[in-house]
């Protein structure tokens, strides 16, 4: 509709005026991208006492948002090396290990970087040289098997089973022990989670068992805590958890329970993906924390 003006009874039509641009449109737009000094700045600041390269590598992992990639799982010549087709393995941690095409098993950070290898424990004779070359490759520091069952560690020690008796005497029924020297393996110290078979246990079960393990390994470990079940990623991932905020408390005496979850999930595939798992976790931080208090 045209405008109008009302005068003397008549209504006349007004010329028309070109109508002001706003300057909110012709306003540079702010730009979502770094330029390449504030990005150097911004690198800089966050890696103050490192070198430049170390700040970038940094930058990059805290801001990485790229889909993870599972390609040698999905290989037709790993399929049987698998144990189960939903738990998948992430190309950007999988354990490299020289004269091993493939093996089931990843690098997960603790309070230091890579303190943890999550694996699928061996399940056959095959798997079971290619877990011990694992094993002497990363030059492991201690060993825990999450799991209970004889089938899981009957393909790691014999040693188990054979001294099971006598180190429940010393250690209690829930932990076994022992100290490998096998297969280019010099005397590691091993648990096994005796409790933790296909059965469900509790948080405090869980605490009491790696207040025990954590004790005979002599954590904080210097080196590398490989932990090892039946898909290596359900039970292994619980116990990083705890581990690394067993190692938070006695450090500093707090927690970041939610970070050490995300990470652990974002470097282990299909790690805390139920609510069960969820569940057992935050029952069993709760109870490290209020032991941690009456210390």
Known sequence: MADTVQTNGRSSLLNPVNNRVSTRSTRKKKTI??????????????????????????????????SPTFANYFKTANKEKNFSETVWLYDATRVIVPDVDYYHASWVDGIKPQHY?????????????????????????????????????????????GTTKKSSEKAGEDISTAVISENGVSKLKAVRLNKWADGTITGVELVDMMEKARKFLGCPLK?????????????????????????????????????????????????????????????????????????
């Open 33 to 66: 991208y770094l330029s390449p000094k504030k990005f150097c700045d911004l690198v800089i600041a966050k890696s103050s006492n490192k070198s430049f390269e170390a700040g970038v590598a940094e930058f990059f992992k805290e801001y990485y948002l790229e």
């Open 117 to 161: 290898i999550l694996a699928q424990a061996p399940l056959s004779v095959a798997a079971q040289k290619n877990f011990f070359k694992l094993l002497a490759h990363v030059k492991a520091d201690g060993l825990i098997v999450a799991d209970g069952s004889e089938e899981v560690a009957g393909f790691i020690s014999n040693k188990f089973d």
């Open 223 to 295: 080196g590398t805590l490989v932990i090892t079940c039946k898909d290596g990623a359900a039970k292994s991932g619980l116990v990083a958890f705890l581990d690394t905020e067993a190692d938070r408390l006695a450090k500093s005496g707090k927690v970041k329970h939610t970070d050490t979850v995300k990470m652990i999930r974002f470097q282990r595939s299909n790690t805390f993906d139920s609510a069960d798992q969820f569940e057992l976790g935050m029952v069993a931080i709760t109870e490290l924390c209020t032991r941690a208090k009456k210390k």
